[in-house]
Nanobody
Framework: QVQLIESGGGLVQAGDSLKLSCTAS??????IGWFRQPPGKEREFVAA????????YYGEYMRDQFTISKDNAKNTAYLQMINLKPEDTAVYYC????????????????WGQGTQVTVSA
């Protein structure tokens, strides 16, 4: 079993950048995904990174603003966000899976508690 702990969220202004972290404890070599859930909306796929290969995958329209990366030595994945807009306001979750990945929340076995990102106009 793995525990995922997100950090780095906060209140920023439109146009700002922010970098989220997701640290996995209890087990290593998990594929990591980032999802976000805006207020009143469903959870949507942002990006994923495959632990062994480093291959990355992005949700529709996410590639321009978001970059996923990882530091194997620290068991930590990151989500770099640039040019943030008010519509990026959401709770951002990281997810982990040892076997695969997917664009739907149901594809992932483990979840962090989420970190709030609020972008003011």
């Amino acid at each position: 079993q793995v525990q995922l702990i997100e950090s780095g969220g906060g209140l920023v202004q439109a146009g700002d950048s922010l970098k989220l972290s997701c640290t996995a404890s209890g087990h290593s070599e998990y594929n990591i995904g980032w999802f976000r859930q805006p207020p009143g909306k469903e959870r949507e796929f942002v990006a994923a990174i495959i632990w062994n290969s480093g291959n990355t995958y992005y949700g529709e329209y996410m590639r321009d603003q978001f970059t996923i990366s990882k530091d194997n030595a620290k068991n930590t994945a990151y989500l770099q966000m640039i040019n943030l807009k008010p519509e990026d306001t959401a709770v951002y979750y990281c997810a982990g899976d040892s076997r695969g990945w997917g664009r739907r929340p149901g594809n992932w076995d483990y979840w962090g508690q989420g970190t709030q990102v609020t972008v003011s106009a």
